[in-house]
């Protein structure tokens, strides 16, 4: 398997860090019971990307969930799901939202992780390639030789484009990614640095509307159709050594994705607390769907086409990851 030096940097982060911290994250010491029958741990901090994908987390707080089930949740911004996964290794997190690809790639490095909830989903036009206004670029078959902007090497956004240049003859070595933060890759699309870039909304919509970038390609189709995108995991020490507080966590998360699912203008309120989406735009951007519950088949997916990129080495059982409360 090639790992891109991003990819290997990550995960020899997260490998010290693992060997570093010996302690849990925020809070009272992990194990110390909050109660009889409650929450061994009532204080948590969980990492979370500024990005529709962890709409249920802030849901679940600003209507009071995580309080009912006897928590106090501070929610605290991280870049990237690799990113977070150090910190939650390194103590500094207890849970965090993360991407599958992410999750999949520190087990095979030996991290012992669990999901305990899902998040959020592949949906149409949510996941695009995009490329400036008058490219010459008119098919994804163009992109060869070609530079593509990407939030992380070795993750969800590589996977998916290498599976669509896969269905047009061509591999992931055929072209070059480039690793820049959303909020950059409408300048670098702009200024040629890169010949295409792959976004999320809100940057979908705002790269259309602020230098007139055209839709190249919906990544998730084929392979990736509705695609599981992200979750929020745990170590696996915290899961053993908290149950009951995991269980009141994917309690609280349960009532909040519900409300995700099935309301989206409860989804296009909260948004613009969290993230740079104004109202305006909360109401016509593209969301991917949230799961209502955590599938070990669905997860399966991404394992499965991580192996056949060639992200792993061998088979990962997703069924191993699913915290033991998971539903």
């Given at each position: 398997?090639?790992?891109?030096?991003?990819?290997?940097?990550?995960?020899?982060?997260?490998?010290?860090?693992?060997?570093?911290?010996?302690?849990?994250?925020?809070?009272?010491?992990a194990g110390t019971a909050a109660g009889t029958g409650g929450p061994e741990k009532t204080r948590l901090t969980v990492g979370a990307l500024p990005i529709p994908d962890s709409a249920a987390l802030y849901i679940a707080n600003a209507r009071g969930f995580f309080k009912e089930e006897g928590l106090t949740v501070a929610i605290e911004p991280v870049v990237g799901g690799a990113q977070a996964q150090q910190a939650l290794i390194g103590g500094s997190?207890?849970?965090?939202?993360?991407?599958?690809?992410?999750?999949?790639?520190?087990?095979?490095?030996?991290?012992?992780?669990?999901?305990?909830?899902?998040?959020?989903?592949?949906?149409?036009?949510?996941?695009?390639?995009?490329?400036?206004?008058?490219?010459?670029?008119?098919?994804?078959?163009?992109?060869?030789?070609?530079?593509?902007?990407?939030?992380?090497?070795?993750?969800?956004?590589?996977?998916?484009?290498?599976?669509?240049?896969?269905?047009?003859?061509l591999t992931?070595?055929?072209?070059?990614?480039l690793e820049f933060p959303f909020p950059d890759m409408a300048d670098k699309l702009n200024t040629g640095i890169v010949d295409a870039a792959w976004m999320t909304e809100p940057h979908l919509t705002a790269v259309q509307k602020t230098?007139?970038?055209?839709?190249?390609?919906?990544?998730?189709?084929?392979?990736?159709?509705?695609?599981p995108i992200a979750g929020v995991v745990v170590t696996e020490d915290f899961?053993?050594?908290?149950?009951?507080?995991?269980?009141?966590?994917?309690?609280?998360?349960?009532k909040a994705q519900q409300i995700s699912a099935t309301d989206r203008k409860a989804?296009?309120?909260?948004?613009?607390?969290?993230?740079?989406?104004?109202?305006?735009?909360?109401?016509?951007?593209?969301?991917?769907?949230f799961p209502t519950s955590l599938d070990q088949t669905r997860l399966q997916r991404v394992a499965d086409l991580m192996l056949e990129q060639g992200y792993l080495k061998s088979r990962i059982e997703a069924k191993a990851l699913l915290s033991g409360n998971a539903g």
């Open positions: 398997m090639r790992f891109g030096r991003a990819s290997r940097a990550v995960i020899a982060g997260v490998t010290a860090a693992l060997v570093l911290s010996a302690c849990g994250g925020s809070g009272e010491p997190l207890d849970a965090t939202q993360t991407n599958y690809v992410s999750t999949f790639l520190a087990v095979s490095a030996g991290i012992k992780l669990k999901v305990v909830s899902d998040l959020y989903q592949a949906a149409p036009n949510a996941f695009n390639l995009m490329v400036p206004k008058d490219s010459p670029i008119k098919t994804p078959a163009d992109l060869k030789g070609r530079k593509i902007a990407v939030n992380s090497r070795k993750n969800v956004g590589t996977l998916a484009v290498a599976a669509l240049l896969k269905t047009h003859g992931e070595a055929d072209v070059e990614f230098i007139g970038a055209g839709k190249l390609a919906d990544t998730m189709v084929g392979p990736m159709e509705g695609f899961a053993n050594k908290n149950p009951a507080t995991t269980a009141a966590f994917q309690r609280a998360i349960a989804v296009e309120e909260i948004l613009p607390t969290y993230t740079k989406i104004d109202t305006a735009t909360a109401a016509v951007i593209t969301l991917g769907s």
